[in-house]
């Protein structure tokens, strides 16, 4: 596919959303010089920041608060939120008229002539992506990040140079559409999975048919780099037709691996035990979080697959502290320490928030479901926390049974703002302790996303007097 495939074709965009991912999109089509048309179920008043980012445009038009069955059946091809299910009506109508339905994911990976990495899973991909980019960058290389954090997808097109690779995040949904379309990024990596997105899927089945996508339709000149301590994640060996680094913070591994021994990580580049050799000691990472070592282990896989030297390796993640809205340390007012975990929008990636502390830990937790599992988020908070405040929603009431239902018997309390949870856990903590936000669990409801809960959080804590 060629970027000059899109003029004069008649596209329509599913969703412009409030996120810049429908923005990217659009634009990225009408430079294309695609009659393009973009429609949201969304009233116009509702998408007034979006709509904004769009009024220079010339050659879109805008079809709001409702869709039209012929944008679909009519169009030259179909491009669809990463929300919306491929079962959806008007999805299943463009199919059955032989109208392409792509996602940004599959049209760069079409477009792009560049190597790819591409990295999921249920935690971590974010932070192992953004390792991944901060070795190549180390050794010289020229890496463009793709799919991490807040970006169009599209427009990164653009920045790409002959020698450029690509570091993908690929989330289940773009996977999906990757499935669809038989492609796999040359470099595949999975971090872990757990139950999430059950709110989308309707069986766990669902989502790992998904995140296979990553590597089903790799060659055998290709690399798949998996988690040997996540039983699922290391199954799929035997399903890809790639050569396979296991990585390991448990076990002394033998063949392509990277692992831990000794307080050292080592690599085996796939030759005999006596070959692997240590890359630096652990307790010279500042990365906080011991969840944060597979990620770690998962960047060095794949950088070393990429042909990166040690010394490189071992720069980039000793300068490595972490990422915005993940463990970030937002500030200490009277020896209380403040943290923004708003990512951790699962219930493992919340007990893994706590279980980054040592200190007494004040939480803020709770909000939207995604027809997750609370049990075992409520043990860990009634064995490890000091104290719960909770944002109301449905996944909150899911937590409250599970933890009564773990005896908690101290007293909490549910607000619906950010403001007032940071105020009562201010009311809670001492010096010396943790404030922690690290809510397991969606953000819809209060708060636009994840994001925008996080940046009321870090707000209203740089607040307080």
């Not at 004040?362 to 926390?385: F, Q, V």
Request: with cysteine; aromatic share 8%.
């Amino acid at each position: 596919m060629l970027v000059e495939d899109f003029k004069d074709k008649r596209i329509t965009v599913m969703g412009l959303g409030l996120n810049g991912g429908g923005v990217g999109i659009a634009r990225f089509l009408s430079s294309a010089g695609a009659k393009v048309v973009m429609t949201d179920l969304k009233p116009e008043e509702e998408l007034g920041p979006s709509l904004a980012e769009l009024e220079d445009l010339k050659n879109i038009e805008f079809v709001l608060g409702r869709h039209r069955l012929e944008d679909f059946t009519e169009a030259d091809m179909v491009i669809k939120n990463p929300s919306v299910r491929w079962d959806n009506g008007y999805v299943s109508a463009a199919l059955e008229k032989n109208v392409p339905v792509e996602m940004d994911s599959s049209l760069f990976f079409k477009l792009c002539k560049n190597p790819i990495i591409g990295v999921t899973g249920t935690r971590g991909k974010t932070t192992t992506a953004s390792l991944i980019y901060e070795i190549l960058k180390t050794a010289g290389k020229k890496p463009v990040k793709v799919g991490i954090g807040r970006v169009s997808v599209l427009d990164k097109l653009n920045e790409l140079e002959d020698d450029s690779i690509i570091v993908f995040e690929l989330s289940s949904w773009r996977l999906s559409a990757l499935g669809r379309h038989k492609l796999s990024p040359q470099i595949a990596v999975i971090t872990n999975i757990y139950p999430d997105h059950l709110n989308y899927y309707e069986s766990m089945d669902g989502y790992v048919a998904d995140k296979k996508n990553i590597f089903l339709n790799q060659s055998e000149n290709d690399a798949c780099v998996l988690n040997y301590d996540d039983s699922v994640v290391r199954g799929f060996g035997k399903e890809t037709a790639a050569g396979t680094v296991m990585v390991s913070v448990r076990e002394k591994l033998k063949g392509p691996s990277v692992f831990i021994d000794c307080g050292h990580i080592f690599i085996n580049d796939g030759k005999e035990d006596s070959d692997a050799f240590p890359v630096l000691e652990i307790s010279g990472i500042d990365l906080k979080g011991s969840h944060n070592l597979s990620n770690i282990l998962a960047a060095v896989a794949a950088s070393r697959w990429m042909g990166i030297d040690a010394e490189s390796i071992k720069k980039a993640i000793s300068g490595f502290a972490g990422l915005p809205y993940r463990l970030e340390f937002v500030r200490e007012i009277d020896g209380v320490s403040y943290y923004d975990d708003t990512a951790a929008t699962s219930p493992e990636g919340a007990i893994a928030g706590i279980n980054s502390f040592s200190e007494k830990i004040i939480l803020i937790a709770g909000g939207s479901d995604k027809n997750l599992d609370m049990a075992n988020l409520a043990k860990e908070i009634c064995e490890k926390t000091k104290a719960v405040v909770l944002l109301k929603g449905a996944a909150t009431d899911k937590i409250i049974i599970a933890m009564r239902n773990n005896g908690y018997r101290q007293d909490f309390v549910i607000v619906d703002s950010m403001e007032e949870a940071v105020s009562e856990a201010r009311k809670l903590a001492v010096s010396g302790e943790v404030v922690l936000l690290s809510p397991g669990s969606a953000s819809f409801g209060l708060f636009k996303n994840e994001f925008d809960r996080g940046d009321k959080f870090k707000e209203s804590v740089r607040n307080l007097r």
